[in-house]
């Protein structure tokens, strides 16, 4: 079946520097891929998404590109700010019009000043 | 628009007891699912529904039941709560299935004794 992987532990990293998280995955099909962030005490929100291979996702300063090569999907920013500490979720969507979503595990990410 | 809507925010219940879980939407979805997140564990399928009056059952359904007659309202049902299901529930909705961007809920967190 289709899952995902995230890189373990926890990422600590200070302010400005660059941020580099992890994502491959395994699917039947031609699967969506998203990244999805959960600030603390919140819901998860979509952070950017890609549909099909090559595609680049990008949104308040991330990006992702959709390597089906490598079946990854890595969510990196250039310069992390406090306010992107939260937790980041990779996902799939099995793209069999369903709308399944396959998560990882998360990774949390804290920006110290 | 509202959203999402989950009530309620934290509940502690009993072994064997029921309880129903609440989730609302107001943006005219008709996709709308059920997760719930486990330390470790990213976000797990309960189940979901394509429309009024559809459900299935996703990744882990033992314990929960649903159903689906308006729209807007996709309700969880524990029958007989069990401490493995300690666990913080999302609901998530979207326009269709075809559309694979979810808008996720600010969650149910569950303690069972």
């Known amino acids: 079946g289709n899952s995902v992987t995230q890189m373990e532990g926890p990422v600590t990293l200070s302010e400005e520097a660059f941020l580099t998280i992890n994502c491959t995955y395994t699917?039947?099909?031609?699967?969506?891929l998203f990244w999805y962030v959960q600030y603390p005490g919140e819901g998860l929100q979509l952070l950017l998404k890609a549909t099909k291979a090559d595609d680049k996702g990008s949104n308040k300063g991330f990006e992702a590109t959709y390597r089906k090569e490598t079946t990854s999907f890595h969510l990196e920013k250039g310069s992390v700010q406090v306010s992107d500490s939260a937790v980041y979720f990779c996902?799939?969507?099995?793209?069999?019009?369903?709308?399944?979503?396959?998560f990882g595990k998360g990774n949390q990410v804290v920006v110290i000043p | 628009n509202a959203g999402v809507t989950q009530t309620p925010k934290f509940q502690v219940l009993k072994t064997g007891q029921s309880m129903t879980l609440q989730c609302a939407q107001d943006m005219n979805h008709e996709y709308m699912s059920w997760y719930r997140q486990d330390p470790g564990m990213g976000l797990r399928l309960i189940h979901y529904?394509?429309?009024?009056?559809?459900?299935d059952q996703g990744e882990v359904p033992n314990g929960y039941n649903v159903s689906r007659s308006t729209t807007e309202d996709f309700p969880l049902r524990l029958l007989s709560a069990a401490p493995s299901q300690t666990s913080v529930y999302f609901c998530a909705s979207s326009s269709s299935a075809l559309e694979e961007t979810q808008y996720f809920g600010p969650g149910t967190r569950l303690l069972v004794l």
């Open positions: 996902a799939l969507s099995d793209g069999y019009g369903n709308n399944r979503l396959a």
């Open positions: 699917a039947t099909g031609y699967p969506s």
């Open positions: 529904s394509v429309g009024a009056g559809i459900t």
